[in-house]
Protein backbone atom coordinates (compact mmCIF):
# COMPACT_ATOMS: atom_id res chain seq x y z
CA UNK A 1 0.00 0.00 0.00
CA UNK A 2 0.92 3.45 -0.57
CA UNK A 3 0.70 5.97 2.30
CA UNK A 4 0.26 9.90 2.47
CA UNK A 5 3.30 11.14 3.62
CA UNK A 6 3.63 13.84 6.61
CA UNK A 7 6.81 15.89 7.05
CA UNK A 8 7.24 19.55 9.04
CA UNK A 9 7.38 17.96 12.75
CA UNK A 10 10.14 19.09 15.27
CA UNK A 11 10.82 20.76 18.35
CA UNK A 12 9.48 24.01 19.01
CA UNK A 13 8.83 26.20 22.12
CA UNK A 14 5.07 27.15 23.98
CA UNK A 15 3.77 30.04 21.67
CA UNK A 16 5.91 29.07 18.36
CA UNK A 17 4.44 27.72 15.37
CA UNK A 18 5.14 25.12 12.76
CA UNK A 19 3.94 24.26 9.48
CA UNK A 20 2.79 20.45 8.72
CA UNK A 21 2.50 19.32 5.13
CA UNK A 22 0.94 15.90 3.84
CA UNK A 23 1.60 14.51 0.35
CA UNK A 24 -1.12 13.43 -0.95
CA UNK A 25 -0.78 9.62 -2.04
CA UNK A 26 -2.45 6.37 -1.53
CA UNK A 27 -6.05 6.35 -0.46
CA UNK A 28 -6.16 10.15 -0.43
CA UNK A 29 -4.60 11.27 -3.57
CA UNK A 30 -8.34 11.40 -4.86
CA UNK A 31 -10.81 11.39 -1.84
CA UNK A 32 -12.90 13.68 -0.91
CA UNK A 33 -11.68 15.00 2.01
CA UNK A 34 -8.42 14.77 4.02
CA UNK A 35 -7.72 14.82 7.80
CA UNK A 36 -5.31 15.63 10.37
CA UNK A 37 -5.04 13.08 13.18
CA UNK A 38 -2.81 13.02 16.26
CA UNK A 39 -2.04 10.74 18.84
CA UNK A 40 -0.06 11.49 22.10
CA UNK A 41 1.66 8.81 23.81
CA UNK A 42 -1.23 6.91 25.81
CA UNK A 43 -3.91 8.43 24.11
CA UNK A 44 -6.09 7.50 21.45
CA UNK A 45 -5.93 9.09 18.06
CA UNK A 46 -7.84 11.96 17.47
CA UNK A 47 -8.96 14.02 14.48
CA UNK A 48 -7.72 17.80 15.31
CA UNK A 49 -8.73 19.42 11.48
CA UNK A 50 -9.98 18.20 7.98
CA UNK A 51 -10.59 20.02 4.96
CA UNK A 52 -13.30 18.54 2.22
CA UNK A 53 -13.21 18.78 -1.43
CA UNK A 54 -15.92 21.78 -1.52
CA UNK A 55 -13.18 23.60 1.06
CA UNK A 56 -15.51 22.76 4.18
CA UNK A 57 -13.27 22.88 7.35
CA UNK A 58 -13.33 21.41 10.38
CA UNK A 59 -11.28 21.51 13.60
CA UNK A 60 -11.42 19.82 17.08
CA UNK A 61 -12.37 22.35 19.85
CA UNK A 62 -8.57 21.96 21.41
CA UNK A 63 -6.98 23.43 18.32
CA UNK A 64 -9.78 26.08 16.70
CA UNK A 65 -8.41 29.65 16.39
CA UNK A 66 -4.69 28.11 16.45
CA UNK A 67 -4.44 25.76 13.73
CA UNK A 68 -5.58 26.23 9.96
CA UNK A 69 -5.54 23.66 7.38
CA UNK A 70 -5.22 24.33 4.04
CA UNK A 71 -4.61 22.54 0.68
CA UNK A 72 -2.78 23.33 -2.39
CA UNK A 73 -4.07 21.04 -5.64
CA UNK A 74 -1.37 21.83 -7.66
CA UNK A 75 1.00 20.45 -5.24
CA UNK A 76 -1.01 17.86 -4.09
CA UNK A 77 -0.60 19.11 -0.90
CA UNK A 78 -2.15 19.30 2.49
CA UNK A 79 -0.92 21.76 4.97
CA UNK A 80 -1.42 22.48 8.85
CA UNK A 81 -0.78 25.44 10.19
CA UNK A 82 -0.21 25.01 13.80
CA UNK A 83 0.25 28.39 16.15
CA UNK A 84 0.33 29.36 19.67
CA UNK A 85 1.74 25.70 20.13
CA UNK A 86 1.16 24.29 23.60
CA UNK A 87 2.62 21.25 25.42
CA UNK A 88 -0.21 19.31 25.35
CA UNK A 89 -0.07 19.57 21.40
CA UNK A 90 3.06 17.42 21.57
CA UNK A 91 1.76 14.29 19.65
CA UNK A 92 2.62 12.27 16.46
CA UNK A 93 0.51 13.69 13.67
CA UNK A 94 -0.86 11.65 10.55
CA UNK A 95 -2.54 12.65 7.48
CA UNK A 96 -5.57 10.30 6.14
CA UNK A 97 -9.04 10.27 4.45
CA UNK A 98 -11.51 12.43 5.45
CA UNK A 99 -14.03 10.92 6.86
CA UNK A 100 -12.43 7.44 7.77
CA UNK A 101 -13.79 4.33 7.00
CA UNK A 102 -12.75 0.68 7.40
CA UNK A 103 -10.23 0.78 4.36
CA UNK A 104 -8.17 3.35 5.32
CA UNK A 105 -7.13 1.73 8.53
CA UNK A 106 -4.21 0.35 5.52
CA UNK A 107 -3.15 3.86 4.85
CA UNK A 108 -1.79 5.36 8.32
CA UNK A 109 1.81 6.29 7.39
CA UNK A 110 4.98 6.99 9.52
CA UNK A 111 3.40 10.60 10.91
CA UNK A 112 5.32 13.29 12.17
CA UNK A 113 7.04 13.78 15.77
CA UNK A 114 5.70 17.09 17.42
CA UNK A 115 7.31 18.04 20.25
CA UNK A 116 6.45 21.27 22.27
CA UNK A 117 8.55 22.36 25.29
CA UNK A 118 7.18 24.41 28.01
Known amino acids: QVQPVESGGGLVQAGESLRLSCARS????????VGWHRQAPGKQRELVAAIISGGGTYYADSVRGRFTISRDNVKSTVYLQMNSLKPEDTAVYYC????????????WGQGTQVTVSS
Open 96 to 107: NAYPLTPQDDDY
Open 26 to 33: GNIFNSNG
